[in-house]
């Protein structure tokens, strides 16, 4: 196994929740659905990391639980995130969808 997702650590060869970074990760989720950004979520949160950190962190699907990692964010908080991540990037204009054209045609 890779890295270790952070709110975890591994305990005789099993992962267990470690109880005050959970909760940071926690905060992180709820500053981000109360409006705000990324960064800024995670400083609220106590987490030192920027921007590209935090999406990250966020999308970490981990946290649900899976064989392997006990949960740390219930299903239906993720998926609020993950809307407002998406809800975000429209308003941004950053969801821009163009049609694949199918044959480009070169002057001679």
Do not use: C, M, V
């Given at each position: 196994m890779g890295h270790t997702p952070y709110g975890y650590r591994i305990e005789n060869g099993e992962a267990v929740i470690d109880k005050t970074a959970a909760t940071k990760?926690?905060?992180?989720?709820?500053a981000y659905l109360a409006g705000a950004s990324f960064?800024?979520?995670?400083k609220m949160a106590g987490i030192e990391?920027?921007?590209c950190g935090a999406k990250r962190m966020m999308?970490?699907?981990?946290?649900?639980?899976?064989?392997?990692?006990?949960t740390i964010i219930d299903k239906d908080t993720f998926d609020k995130?993950?809307?407002?991540?998406?809800?975000r990037a429209e308003?941004?204009?950053?969801?821009v969808y163009r049609p694949l054209n199918k044959w480009t045609i070169y002057p001679n």
């Open positions: 990760i926690s905060k992180l989720y709820e960064e800024t979520s995670a990391i920027q921007h999308a970490n699907r981990h946290y649900l639980g899976d064989d392997f990692y006990p995130a993950e809307a407002e991540k998406q809800h308003a941004l204009g950053r969801l």
